[in-house]
């Protein structure tokens, strides 16, 4: 895997060579990929694996017309065959009055920040096999835990590399750990499975191994003897662990792509409240750590921390330039991309502000209420904001949780559900997407 000054070396050699085919414009991205992960069941060591990887992406454009094309065969002999080729394509394309490069004026220019994304550390299988060893093994000392489907951990390292023909250049190399148990509780017709898993840009910063593995062995006995629910109107609450899957929802229906195409349920929502004033939520690519943290998107423009919901309000799309232009609007700096297509666009570290409450005391009202620890499918429409997904949890009952419940369904709309959204004040950053405890009054489940 190249580091990014030589990625950046090879990239100006394929856009050189674009040029020299007759490519009026073209970018290049790198993408290495290596890592190393260890899975262990029942205290034995099951798998270990290494895999590396890397490839290199063109695109060209002759006039409005474009093509992509990538390549593992990172020689200049190679580059030069693909540019070729991608000017070839991109001759025989349809015009797209939308396609081409970023502004020219919008690129990020000067040194890119240090976003500390990088532990030098390169742990041993031996070490990441302990720490799998660990994970499973505090799982299965908790009381009642009778089979494992294992524990894992892992350490990788990802260099990804952009350059332009208008004049853009940047790298950054970023490092991930992982540690993950998995377990099963009770016997015969009653055995419920549950997990826990963390991850960290830093290995010091990972969760310890005993914590994790606790937390799945403890999730899975609180599970056994679930009952079923009558079909009815309830509040739901959902855990920080499946509440953050609503602001997927969201995004997904905020990007350029879903806007243009007129696919999204929020096509026509720019400006308006869609929550509540108490809730704000954050895209903040620059975060120290951040799982997703980037100093620059996937065309060379600089990125900035937003308020994508300000109080409530829906302030602004995510889009990449070609979705920018179509709008009559400017890219916001979400492009992603990998090594074949264009651009789209999404999200980097997200977060829901907490709000004032507890969650004890945003639980303490409900009467009859469903406490969501897991979700299962994905029942969400688009188009419509329907919502409706397969749900486990835990019955709330005058203002405590009480027993568990498994194989529902819970129904809403997702503006509606948007709308009477509350936020308790437990937020934490443990994953790249993260919210507090969330309330949301009016939905439906579907039992027995």
């Not at 079909?231 to 997904?252: E, K, T, W």
Request: net charge negative.
């Amino acid at each position: 895997m190249l580091d990014p000054a030589a990625a950046l070396d090879r990239l100006d050699s394929a856009l050189a060579a674009a040029r020299a085919a007759g490519a009026d414009a073209a970018d290049a991205v790198y993408v290495g990929e290596a890592s190393t992960g260890i899975s262990v069941r029942l205290g034995a060591l099951e798998d270990i694996g290494r895999s590396e990887g890397e490839e290199i992406g063109i695109r060209v454009f002759v006039g409005r017309r474009s093509a992509s094309v990538s390549s593992s065969d990172l020689s200049a002999s190679a580059l030069a065959i693909a540019a070729a080729r991608a000017v070839d394509m991109a001759r025989l394309a349809p015009e797209d009055p939308w396609a081409g490069l970023a502004p020219e004026d919008r690129l990020h220019h000067g040194a890119l920040p240090d976003l500390d994304i990088d532990d030098p550390t390169e742990p041993s299988a031996e070490h990441l096999r302990d720490l799998a060893m660990a994970c499973e093994d505090a799982a299965r000392a908790v009381p009642g835990i009778t089979n494992s489907e294992g524990g894992s951990a892992s350490a990788g390292r990802n260099v990804t590399a952009l350059a332009t023909s208008t004049g853009f250049r940047g790298g950054k190399s970023a490092s991930s750990f992982s540690a993950s148990a998995s377990v099963i509780a009770g016997s015969g017709g009653d055995m419920q499975r549950d997990y826990a898993y963390a991850m960290a840009r830093y290995l010091a910063d990972l969760e310890p191994a005993e914590v994790i593995g606790a937390r799945a062995g403890t999730r899975a006995v609180a599970r056994l003897g679930p009952i079923k629910l009558d079909s009815a109107a309830m509040p739901i609450v959902f855990d920080p662990r499946v509440g953050n899957s609503l602001l997927g929802h969201l995004i997904g229906a905020i990007t350029g792509s879903a806007i243009t195409r007129g696919t999204s349920f929020l096509k026509d929502c720019l400006g308006q409240q869609l929550f509540d004033s108490a809730v704000t939520i954050i895209d903040d690519p620059l975060r120290p750590r951040g799982m997703r943290s980037r100093a620059f998107d996937g065309e060379g423009l600089a990125t900035a921390r937003s308020a994508i919901i300000d109080k409530g309000v829906l302030g602004s799309w995510l889009l990449d330039s070609a979705s920018a232009r179509q709008l009559g609007l400017a890219p916001t700096g979400h492009a992603s991309r990998g090594t074949s297509g264009p651009p789209g666009a999404s999200a980097t570290n997200l977060h829901m502000a907490p709000g004032s409450v507890t969650p004890a005391a945003l639980i303490a009202g409900i009467e009859r209420g469903f406490y969501v620890t897991e979700m299962i499918g994905m029942g969400v429409n688009p188009v419509t904001g329907d919502y409706s997904r397969g749900a486990g949890g835990f019955l709330i009952e005058n203002g405590e949780l009480t027993v568990p419940v498994a194989e529902v369904t819970i129904a809403g709309n997702l503006k509606a559900m948007f709308a009477a959204l509350t936020p308790a004040s437990d937020l934490e950053f443990r994953y790249a997407s993260n919210v507090p405890t969330l309330r949301v009054d009016g939905m439906t489940v579907a039992g027995a």
